[in-house]
């Protein structure tokens, strides 16, 4: 049952921890406000620009964004269009999936591009699984489009075998960039 009201689960978190539909749509949009603060993503009075896209992490940024815009001052515009920063919808998935692929390829100057906040980009999906955005598309009901699923590769292929073992992996090779950053 629902941690918080008892009502019929739709998430599960890998700590066991439950949640039904209007929690789990309260809690995605709690942590996507969340992660604009805590990352200083977004500052007041800026143009933040973001690519219509119609797969689902694209749909859930936009609504999200135009939610966010609601409560603060600042200025969103769809691509192209002259911006401060450039929103896109990187997740934890994606975002492990390049931190590891730089590792492997010893590309050290790659993985500064795998933080949340870049000198133009923002990232505010960063804290997300794939299919936490995907449950929040579909709960929403947003439009998306269901075949631009790529085919995954062989290190995507590798990490997802890993999270399945050891659930939270994508988490904490994320966790583990942002204190190697913390320290510099
Ligand atoms: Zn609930």
Redesign the pocket.
């Known amino acids: 049952m629902?941690?918080?009201?008892?009502?019929k689960p739709v998430y599960e978190f890998t700590n066991k921890r439950k949640?039904?539909a209007?929690?789990f749509v309260n809690y995605f949009q709690k942590k996507f406000l969340y992660t604009l603060r805590k990352f200083n993503m977004i500052k007041q009075g800026e143009v933040i620009g973001y690519k219509k896209t119609n797969d689902f992490k694209g749909v859930v940024l936009e609504y999200l964004l135009k939610m966010a815009n609601e409560k603060s001052n600042f200025t969103l515009v769809k691509l192209p269009n002259k911006t401060d920063k450039i929103a896109i919808d990187s997740s934890l998935d994606s975002e492990s999936e390049n931190i590891v692929t730089s590792i492997i390829k010893e590309n050290a100057s790659g993985l500064k591009e795998e933080l949340p906040v870049g000198e133009k980009i923002i990232k505010p999906l960063y804290l997300f699984l794939d299919e936490e955005i995907l449950l929040y598309a579909r709960l929403k009901k947003l439009g998306f489009s269901r075949d631009i699923k790529k085919r995954k590769d062989k290190i995507e292929n590798f990490i997802d075998g890993l999270e399945k073992k050891h659930p939270e992996v994508k988490r904490a090779v994320v966790n583990s960039l942002l204190e190697i950053y913390k320290k510099i």
């Open positions: 629902c941690k918080l009201c008892e009502k949640l039904c209007r929690c």
